[in-house]
């Protein structure tokens, strides 16, 4: 293996119940053939308080992950996200 694509999505709120709401919505982002080879899920409370739940994402194929960041269901996802509000991603 010559690279390796490593992204962490996350969300983030003060409530630990909607922080766990935004990555059940997530999920299936990762669906599909240029999904990653590797999803970890992970959480935690940070320094201010905030409940924090992140998605750690591996692709052993940087091309693949290119082709899922640029799909109509990711681009889609991601500008359908709120601006602003209890849950932040």
């Known amino acids: 293996m ?3 694509v490593f992204a962490q999505y996350a969300c983030q709120s003060m409530s630990a119940e909607q922080a766990a709401h935004g990555p059940a ?4 982002w990762f669906a599909g053939p240029d999904g990653p080879d ?3 899920r992970g959480s935690f409370v ?9 998605w750690l994402a591996y692709w052993f194929d940087p091309q ?3 082709r899922w960041q640029r799909s109509g269901l990711v681009r ?7 601006a602003e509000g209890p849950v932040g991603h």
């Open 64 to 66: 693949g992950h290119d």
């Open 76 to 82: 889609t996802a991601w500008a359908q996200l709120p």
């Open 2 to 4: 010559e690279s390796i």
């Open 46 to 54: 940070d320094t201010a308080g905030a409940h924090n739940v992140v």
């Open 38 to 40: 590797v999803l970890d």
């Open 25 to 28: 919505a997530l999920a299936a």
